[in-house]
């Protein structure tokens, strides 16, 4: 798992816009002693004192978390399957759950959570809706062949569903990475812009290249947007630099942060589906990728505290 650092209360802030549909969860009937949370997606919701929450969603049916916190961990308790705008929860934490109205393949989704992700191929659960959103929720935790196989297995009534189609775009997206792991070569990749817009990339021979590998929820992240400013400011004729954002949400990447963002004068594109991430084997924000004017991969900095200054200026000295 990545780590990350969650700035909550920006995430809970983020707007709707455009959001496609919006569920409206209520646990008033729901008893614990711990503190509950909703979990959508990259967003984590905690339940107010009224235990209702608004939660946007980008496709229905799909997977609401139901997890609880203490002591500081974060216990997934439930996966909720939601076909409707509209669920409540009664009972008692944490195997007396009641779900109003109780959707026909909430058994699958409870299957999912037993099985934590591990499901016989050949088993009906393993092409079930539920297990694909929860896959796509978890692409780069999944190798490539495993995930083709599950699309050469999907029934032909669920290719056409919202999540079969995100895991094809992610496969397919990780075919237009160009970096060579044999060689640590990179030479292009195709990402979106800020238009929510297709945006091809390609490394110029005549510089050296320093790509910010980050997230929106990563704290590390925002902070160096300053420093790395600077130094593009600095060595902006001898460096190019790419900032990569790892946001499967548009708004999200807009709308957290927006204020240093705006202090980006170089090119930024984000990252939907987590295809790009795991080509580079991205496992930790933020992460730089210093690259010679070849594409030959020459350095990785891992975590915020690293003087890259002095590695630009050290490589210049060797490359020009």
């Not at 909720?80 to 109205?101: A, C, K, R, Y």
């Not at 999944?142 to 699309?151: I, K, P, R, T, W």
């Not at 001898?238 to 499967?248: G, H």
Request: with cysteine; glycine share 4%; net charge positive.
């Amino acid at each position: 798992m990545k780590i990350i650092v969650f700035i909550i209360a920006s995430l809970l802030a983020i707007s709707s816009n455009g959001q496609t549909t919006r569920v409206k969860v209520s646990l008033q009937g729901l008893k614990s002693i711990e503190g509950l949370f909703l979990w959508e997606s990259n967003r984590l919701y905690k339940v107010p004192r009224n235990k209702t929450v608004d939660i946007p969603v980008d496709n229905l049916p799909t997977i609401l978390y139901l997890a609880t916190k203490r002591r500081g961990k974060i216990k997934v308790q439930r996966l909720l399957w939601v076909e409707t705008n509209e669920i409540s929860l009664s009972g008692s934490l944490p195997n007396q759950i009641m779900l109003s109205p109780l959707a026909k393949e909430q058994s699958m989704a409870d299957a999912v959570l037993v099985s934590k992700g591990k499901v016989d191929q050949d088993s009906e659960l393993f092409v079930s809706r539920p297990y694909i959103v929860y896959l796509s929720r978890e692409l780069s935790r999944h190798d490539e062949d495993s995930l083709q196989v599950l699309l050469n297995k999907i029934p032909g009534e669920t290719k056409s569903f919202w999540a079969t189609k995100k895991i094809e775009e992610y496969l397919n997206q990780l075919q237009s990475v160009g970096f060579n792991t044999t060689t640590n070569q990179f030479k292009y990749l195709v990402a979106k812009n800020k238009k929510n817009e297709e945006q091809e990339f390609r490394h110029n021979s005549h510089k050296l290249l320093l790509v910010d590998f980050s997230a929106s929820v990563c704290l590390p992240c925002i902070k160096d947007i300053k420093k790395l400013r600077q130094l593009n400011n600095k060595y902006g004729k001898q460096v190019e630099l790419l900032s990569l954002w790892d946001d499967p949400k548009h708004e999200l990447w807009l709308n957290v942060a927006s204020k240093q963002k705006k202090m980006i004068n170089w090119t930024s594109l984000r990252d939907e589906t987590g295809a790009i991430f795991k080509a580079f084997n991205i496992k930790e924000y933020p992460t730089y990728m210093l690259f010679d004017p070849t594409g030959k991969h020459i350095k990785t900095f891992i975590g915020a505290n690293h003087n890259l200054e002095r590695s630009i200026k050290q490589y210049l000295k060797i490359t020009f």
